[in-house]
């Protein structure tokens, strides 16, 4: 979590718990590249899915910054999703490595659109890879280090 108002942290931890099926207590500090908001990071085990869940979960706030990630497994590829207020929600499926991977119709659909001059190529492929998202979040993620991470496990 990036950031949030203080009044929504207790929402966040609600919903977190409730897509974990677990009693969640996140450490909160506050979010200096954004005065007046809160901060807090934690990671967890859980099975495909739970990054979506968990994300859909979260989206609803108009006031959040935050980012989920899930590690891919022989089972599932990864996944990642930022959300911003400005923005909203990005989802990107994510490979071993952690590369973003782009599937063959959206590259097509954006080579398409930049080909009859709709848009410009270069910025289609920079929302793709989630750019607008990274440039917004990044001094928030920046703020974060040296931050408290908290574990959180669920049993699959």
Not at 64 to 93: D, K, N
Request: glycine share 10%.
């Amino acid at each position: 979590m990036h950031s949030a108002p203080r009044a929504l942290c207790p929402h966040v931890e609600w919903a977190v718990a409730g897509v974990l099926g677990i009693r969640v207590n996140l450490d909160w500090i506050r979010q200096p590249a954004a005065p007046g908001t809160w901060r807090s990071e934690f990671s967890w085990q859980g099975r495909a899915g739970t990054a979506s869940q968990l994300a859909s979960a979260l989206r609803g706030w108009q006031m959040l910054r935050f980012e989920v990630t899930a590690e891919p497994s022989a089972a599932a590829e990864g996944e990642r999703y930022s959300c911003t207020p400005e923005l909203g929600i990005f989802h990107a499926v994510t490979g071993v490595h952690g590369d973003i991977l782009i599937p063959e119709d959206r590259l097509r659909a954006a080579l398409g659109r930049s080909q009859r001059g709709e848009t410009d190529l270069e910025a289609e492929i920079g929302r793709l890879l989630g750019k607008p998202w990274d440039d917004e979040l990044e001094p928030f993620r920046y703020a974060g280090e040296g931050a408290p991470v908290r574990w959180l496990h669920q049993v699959v």
